[in-house]
C-alpha cells in the first residue's frame, strides 16, 4: 500500500476537551496517549508525543507524516494541534495529512450499522447550536450526503425522527459515542490519506467553520 511509505506516522487529535496523540508504526501496530483534563493541549501535547516516541523506541527523525484533525472543533485546541504539527512536519520536511473529523468520525461508527442506513454526525457548538453533517453507508464504506452545516439544537428531533445522529455529548434524541481519538485519526489516514497528503504548510489551516450562519432547514 502506497502509504507504507509514511510511516511511522504520528497522529494529533486536539478538537474537543481531550488531548489526543497517537503513532502508527506499521499497520494493525497504533501507541495512543489520550489526556482526559480540559484546557491541557497546550501543557500536554508535546509531552505526550514526547512519551509515545520513547514507548515505540523512535527518535522524532524517524517520523514521515503527521495526521492532524482538522476540525471542525474547539478554536484553542486546533490551534495548538496544527501549530505543533506544522512545527515538526517543518523541521522534517514530512507531508501534512488533514483528516476531516467528522469524516473519520462516521467511519469509525459505520462499522456497527447496517448497509444503506443514512445518519449524522453532529457536535455542539455553543448552547444553542450544533454542527450536523450527514452520511449514508453503502458498500462497505461512507459516503457524504451532506457538507457541514449549523442546525440549531431545538431542531433536531423535529427535522430528523427516522435518522440517527451520533454526538460525544449529552442531547435529547442523539446517540451519544466517544470523541475520536489520534489512533482513528491515524487510522483514516492510512487507509484514506494517499489524496490528502500536503507539503505546503502556509496553507493548511483548521476547519472552523466561523463564517457560517444558522440554517433553518
Do not use: W
Not at 49 to 71: D, M, P, Q, R
Not at 78 to 106: C, H, M, N, Q
Request: glycine share 6%; net charge negative; hydrophobic share 40%.
Amino acid at each position: 500500500m502506497k502509504m507504507n511509505e509514511f510511516l511511522p506516522m504520528l497522529a494529533i487529535e486536539t478538537t474537543g476537551e481531550i488531548c489526543s496523540a497517537a503513532l502508527l508504526v506499521n499497520p494493525g501496530n497504533v501507541l495512543e496517549l489520550n489526556v482526559f483534563e480540559k484546557h491541557s493541549h497546550s501543557e500536554k501535547l508535546l509531552i505526550s508525543i514526547e512519551k509515545l516516541l520513547e514507548t515505540a523506541g523512535l527518535k522524532t527523525a524517524s517520523l514521515k507524516s503527521i495526521a492532524i484533525s482538522e476540525g471542525p472543533g474547539s478554536f484553542t485546541g486546533l490551534r495548538i494541534g496544527y501549530s505543533a504539527a506544522k512545527a515538526i512536519a517543518f523541521s522534517l520536511e514530512i507531508p501534512i495529512i488533514p483528516v476531516p473529523t467528522f469524516d473519520a468520525t462516521a467511519s469509525q461508527i459505520m462499522t456497527y450499522l447496517s448497509e444503506n442506513t443514512e445518519f449524522g454526525i453532529v457536535s455542539r457548538v455553543n448552547r444553542e447550536e450544533l454542527y450536523l453533517k450527514q452520511f449514508v453507508k453503502r458498500k462497505g464504506t461512507v459516503e457524504e450526503l451532506t457538507d457541514i452545516s449549523l442546525i440549531n439544537i431545538e431542531k433536531v428531533e423535529s427535522k430528523f425522527p427516522h435518522k440517527m445522529l451520533f454526538c460525544d455529548s449529552t442531547l435529547n434524541g442523539v446517540i451519544k459515542v466517544p470523541h475520536i481519538t489520534a489512533g482513528s485519526i491515524a487510522e483514516f489516514a492510512y487507509l484514506f490519506g494517499e489524496h490528502l497528503l500536503n507539503y505546503n504548510f502556509d496553507y493548511i489551516e483548521p476547519r472552523y467553520f466561523k463564517n457560517f450562519t444558522v440554517r433553518t432547514m
